[in-house]
């Protein structure tokens, strides 16, 4: 079976940093996509950033770009997201996606997610 496993999260104050964690097994890693997804309470869940593995070309939906960075270890099947001056907004649920092919941002166009880590960020 397709695992995700999210780690990393945590409660910082604003203008921290966190250093998120996707963990991929039970698939061949490389030549997929593999996203980050987001979700506060009452809010739809969003795209924050993607990265294809195959080649490591990361994708931003455009808010989070220059505050967040994507990247991939694929001795570790992992891929990272490192969160810069994080913003009370930024607070939610974090969520990791993949599939064969980059689909979009929204969270009906994958098949295979984590169970998220939480971030709180405190102004």
């Known amino acids: 079976q397709v695992q995700l496993v999210e780690s990393g999260g945590g409660s910082v104050q604003a203008g921290g940093s966190l250093r998120l964690s996707c963990v991929a097994s039970g698939f061949t890693y490389r030549d997929n996509a593999v996203l980050w997804f987001r979700q506060a309470p009452g809010k739809e869940r969003e795209g924050v950033a993607g990265?294809?593995?195959?080649?490591?070309?990361?994708y931003y939906p455009g808010s989070v770009k220059g505050r967040f960075t994507i990247s991939q270890d694929n001795a570790k099947n992992t891929v990272y997201l490192q969160m810069n001056n994080l913003k009370p907004e930024d607070t939610a649920m974090y969520y990791c996606?993949?599939?064969?092919?980059?689909?979009?941002?929204?969270?009906?166009?994958?098949?295979?997610w984590g169970q998220g880590t939480q971030v709180t960020v405190s102004s």
């Open positions: 990265i294809y593995t195959g080649g490591g070309t990361p």
């Open positions: 996606a993949a599939d064969h092919l980059f689909r979009g941002w929204t969270r009906a166009a994958y098949k295979y």
